[in-house]
C-alpha cells in the first residue's frame, strides 16, 4: 500500500530507485495489488449502477481512441477499454453477468451522436433510454458556427480576417460569460457579416433551451428552433438541425432525464494530465491503472 501512496504521483523508476529495487519489481508490486483493489471498486460500482456514460478520448490525437465507461449518478468510474469498435463494446458488456440481470439494470445510457454507441446500447441494455449528451449537442453546434466564421472570415480584408479570427472563441462562449470588452467585439465583426450574426444568436437559443427544466416547454422550444434555423437560411445551420432531428428521440430523453457527463468531463482532465505527465501510459491498461490509483482513496 504503501507503493502503491508512492507511484500516485511519481514514475516507477524513481520509486525503484528510492527503494534500491528493479523497476519490473516495482512495476509487479504494484499492479498486483492495484489491479485487485480495481476489480474490488468495479464490482462495488456495478453493483448499484443505474446509468452509464461512454465518452471516448483520443490515445494519440487522431490515430487510435479508448474510451471511458462512468456512472454519472453515483460519480464513479466503471471501466477503461482499450476500442470503441461496436463488435468489442458488444462482447465486453457481455460479459456483465453479474451481479444477476446486471445488464437489465442500466436505465440510461448516454453517449454522443456516433450510431455504432446507439447499436451497443439497443443490442445489450434492452430496459435503457439512451440519451444524448448535451456537450456533445453544444459541441456540434458550435463547430456549424466555426464553420460559418471561417467561411465569412475568408470575405474579409486582411485587416477585418484578423478581427474575425481573433474572435473565434469570443463566439463560442456563452453569452453570460462574455464582458464588455468581449460584446464590443462581436458586434464589430457581427455589422461585417449579418449572417454571422444569425449563427450566434441560433447557438445561444440553442444553448438556452437545453436549460429549460419542463420536458414539454423544451419540445416547444426545440421546434421553434427548428423554425428559427428554416428562417436564417445558413446551409450549415440547415445540417447542424438534420442532425440534431435525426436524434431527436434520444435529445427528448436528455430533457426526460438530465443525465449530464459532468464527472466524465472532469475525468477526461484527470486522463490528459496523466498522459501529459507521462508515467508510461501509451498502453491502455497502463492508463486504466493510472486513472483508478487517482481516484481510490489508498
Known amino acids: 500500500m504503501h507503493l502503491l501512496k508512492q507511484t500516485d504521483s511519481r514514475d516507477y523508476s524513481r520509486v525503484a530507485k528510492e527503494h534500491g529495487l528493479s523497476y ?19 464490482l ?28 454519472p449518478i453515483n460519480g464513479k468510474l466503471i471501466d477503461i ?68 466564421r471561417i467561411q465569412e472570415q475568408d470575405k474579409q480584408t486582411a485587416a477585418n480576417r484578423k478581427k474575425f479570427y481573433k474572435s473565434r472563441l469570443t463566439l463560442l462562449m456563452a453569452g453570460e460569460d462574455l464582458d464588455d470588452d468581449s460584446h464590443q467585439r462581436l458586434i464589430e465583426i457581427f455589422k461585417l457579416s449579418p449572417a454571422l450574426e444569425k449563427a450566434w444568436e441560433l447557438k445561444e437559443e440553442f444553448r438556452d433551451l437545453l436549460q429549460i427544466p419542463d420536458i414539454k416547454e423544451s419540445i416547444e ?23 440534431v432531428k435525426n436524434w431527436e428521440e434520444n435529445i427528448i430523453n436528455y430533457f426526460r432525464t438530465r443525465i449530464t457527463n459532468g464527472f466524465a468531463e472532469g475525468l477526461n482532465n484527470k486522463i490528459k494530465l496523466i498522459k501529459r505527465i507521462g508515467y508510461g501510459v501509451p498502453k491502455v491498461e497502463n492508463l486504466k491503472r ?8 489508498i
Do not use: G
Request: charged share 25%; glycine share 0%; hydrophobic share 45%.
Open 221 to 243: 422550444a426545440l421546434n421553434h428552433w427548428y423554425e428559427k434555423v428554416s428562417q436564417a437560411k445558413l446551409n450549415l445551420f440547415y445540417k447542424a438541425k438534420r442532425t
Open 44 to 71: 462495488a460500482t456495478l453493483d448499484e449502477v443505474e446509468a452509464i456514460i461512454i465518452d471516448e478520448f483520443a490515445i494519440k490525437k487522431k490515430h487510435k481512441y479508448a474510451v471511458a465507461l462512468t456512472d
Open 81 to 148: 477499454l482499450s476500442s470503441r469498435k461496436k463488435k468489442d463494446l458488444i462482447e465486453y458488456f457481455n460479459t456483465w453477468t453479474w451481479p444477476e440481470e446486471l445488464r437489465e439494470q442500466i436505465k440510461y445510457f448516454s453517449m454522443d451522436m456516433w450510431s455504432p454507441y446507439k447499436a451497443v446500447a439497443e443490442t445489450v441494455f434492452p430496459n435503457a433510454q439512451i440519451v444524448v449528451d448535451k456537450f456533445h449537442l453544444v459541441t456540434a453546434i458550435n463547430n456549424a458556427l466555426d464553420k460559418l
Open 290 to 297: 493510472r486513472v483508478f490509483l487517482s481516484l481510490l482513496s
Open 24 to 42: 519490473t519489481s516495482i512495476q509487479n508490486s504494484v499492479h498486483s495489488k492495484l489491479d485487485t483493489l480495481i476489480e474490488e471498486a468495479q
